[in-house]
């Protein structure tokens, strides 16, 4: 297996919307492991894969909490079948959007339709975390960022901050700093 780098916004990387999986082959399987990994070493609760720099409709989410045991899931071409009318406010933070953290208003619970990693077709029905988690990182296979659900004011003023701060990064190097979280709401962990 092996960490890869996560895309940090602003990139147009992050706005491009992902192709469905064709076929789920080795190719495939060894992507999603390595999303895993990088999720975990993040740390995050969830990672799509246009994150990582594939176009591709794909995702992992792992929210078992600390001390549990990992629990990774792995959802290939997910589609959102059902939504609950009630809304849910939570505060979200992104692996790409490192340390910024807003409250994003969601359906609570979502029925998803995906394949899983021998190519099956899957159902889930998900509720709270899990359901914030999953359509957090449905949004990155269409290029949408959580800050997208934000007024243009707030969202301006996080992109502007990450900008500075991976300008620092790039001024002086080497500085030993904790990987922050992200794809997570914050209440848990980034995602
Ligand atoms: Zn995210």
Redesign the pocket.
Known sequence: MALLPIIVAPDPRLKVKAKPVTQVDGRIRKLLDDMVETMHAAPGI???AP?IGEALRMLVIDIAKDGEPSDPRKFINPEIVWASDEQMLWE??????PEQFAEVERPKEVKVRYLDETGAKKEIQATGLLAICLQ??M??LDGV??VDHISALRRNMILRKLVKSQKQKSEKPRKSEKAPQ??KPKAAV??
């Open positions: 969830g990672l799509a994150q979200e933070g992104c692996l790409s959007l957090h990182e949004d990155h960022l959580f992200a794809d980034p995602a």
